[in-house]
């Protein structure tokens, strides 16, 4: 088939390239034309495991190229799909400017049927925008479809190609079979297209995330009260995530959620419930507890050492989840800001993370080349984030590098007993210290 995408931001890439992958002709659309340029060399903008291999091979197969010129793709494109950014507005609410600019673009240039297919995370009642905008100058029949996304970033291309649903939100028969006859390849395995509404389908993906970042929320107070009773959080989540009702997934507490994506639909739910004069309070108290969970270990460190002043902090964990080098929202940044307002000194490291983070933090912080370098006469080690590379360190080289064996660990990577008999200060969240 014949499928245009716009936006090559991360969904659009990975959307692009993994449809390309079961042979569509796919052409992506970008308006930075120096970022198209790179692109036809055959260059990944953003890091995601294993996108690179698809990318190449379905450029070199002529089944995916770029361009700057929203016509060319439309003009190719039985499918258009918009993966544009919806970022979040001053009021937390999702600004659909760039989604709306475009659907304008393409009413007044389509000639022939197309489907609009709406993969950006936006609020309900959009398609019915997009539809409206297009109509406005459309000379051929068209259909708008919701289509929401579920990648994972660094899992991105796999949840792509074998996912565990596809949602399509779509009340025209013909659209509907399109997408059908696109996602097939998709779900052999016998995983569902679930065909809904597109309003149903658009609510979806922001009940999914907003559900997720409860559920991670949920544990982290459980955690919380862990620590004033003396249970122990890693067992009261086996104990409950062996019940099929709850789920092992996404209970593992810790410093709190972070991304692109948790942070902003939570509160762009909760902008949206507003409007209707609806208050989502386990929303609002979602919010309010992560902000929180971000900084628990700051006076855990300031009890420890009384005075931050002048102690030398290293930091392994930059991005706000391991196989990322996004740092959007990342509890690292909150601890980080405010160790250094405590007048602490840091040295960090991330095996993907320091570039964003050289960026952002500029002179105030010291970047380590490796992981071990940065604990170089350092007073304690912090983990924000759970890098493969952090699960099983060498402990004595930790010892003789840091002027004393202290870790705080936010991500909980360490068996509590093991680091406490090799003679280290372990403090991590939710478990018996
Ligand atoms: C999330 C969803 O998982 C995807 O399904 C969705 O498509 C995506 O948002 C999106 O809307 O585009 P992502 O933000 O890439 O994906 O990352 P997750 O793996 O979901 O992790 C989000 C945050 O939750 C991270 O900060 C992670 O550290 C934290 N987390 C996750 C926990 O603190 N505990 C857990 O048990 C799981």
């Not at 890439?13 to 034309?33: F, H, P, Q, R």
């Not at 949602?167 to 006859?181: N, Y």
């Not at 590098?401 to 705080?408: D, E, G, M, Q, Y």
């Amino acid at each position: 088939m014949k499928i245009a995408v716009i936006g090559t931001g991360y969904v659009g890439l990975v959307t692009g390239t993994c449809l390309a992958e079961t042979g569509n002709e796919v052409v992506c659309v970008d308006i930075d034309a120096s970022k198209v340029e790179k692109m036809r060399q055959g260059i990944v903008p953003i890091y995601e495991p294993h996108l690179d291999l698809l990318f190449e091979r379905n450029i070199k197969a002529n089944r995916l190229s770029f361009t700057t010129s929203l016509e060319e793709g439309l003009e190719h494109g039985d499918i258009i799909f918009l993966a544009l950014p919806t970022p979040e507005d001053e009021d937390g609410s999702a600004d659909l400017s760039y989604v709306l600019g475009v659907s304008e673009e393409i009413g007044k240039k389509i000639k022939q049927y197309k489907v609009i297919v709406d993969k950006s995370t936006v609020p309900v009642g959009t398609s019915e925008k997009v539809h409206a905008v297009i109509a406005e100058n459309a000379i051929c029949e068209f259909d708008v479809v919701s289509n929401p996304e579920f990648l994972r970033e660094g899992f991105a291309v796999d949840d792509f190609l074998k996912p565990e649903r596809i949602v399509v939100g779509s009340s025209s028969d013909r659209a509907t079979e399109l997408m059908q006859k696109l996602y097939r390849p998709f779900v052999r395995s016998g995983n569902p297209i679930i065909v809904m509404d597109e309003k149903s389908a658009e609510l979806t993906k922001y009940a999914a995330n907003s559900f997720l970042a409860t559920k991670i929320t949920f544990m982290n107070e459980i955690a919380n009260y862990c620590e004033k009773v003396g249970a122990d959080v890693d067992k009261v989540r086996v104990g409950m995530g062996t019940d099929s009702r709850i789920g092992k997934r996404f209970l593992f507490p810790g410093i709190g959620y972070g991304g692109s994506c948790f942070p902003k639909d939570v509160k762009a739910l909760q902008k949206a419930g507003k409007e209707e004069d609806y208050d989502f309070k386990i929303l609002n108290a979602v919010i309010d507890v992560n902000q929180k969970q971000k900084t628990i270990l700051l006076p855990k460190m300031d009890d420890y050492f009384g005075d931050l002043s002048g102690k030398k902090i290293a930091v392994w964990g930059l991005a706000f989840k391991p196989e990322t080098d996004d740092i959007r929202e990342a509890p690292s940044i909150d601890m980080m800001n405010g160790l250094l307002e405590k007048g602490a000194s840091l040295s960090v490291f991330d095996p993907e993370a320091m570039p964003n983070i050289k960026r952002k933090f500029g002179e105030k912080l010291s970047y380590a080349d490796s992981m071990y370098a940065a604990l170089k006469d350092a007073d304690a080690l912090l983990i924000c984030t759970e890098w493969s590379i952090f699960r099983t360190p060498d402990l004595n080289k930790i010892k003789d590098l840091l002027k004393s064996p202290v870790i705080f660990d936010g991500r909980n990577l360490y068996n509590v007993n093991d680091l406490q008999s090799e003679g280290f200060t372990y403090i991590s969240i939710g478990r018996n210290e």
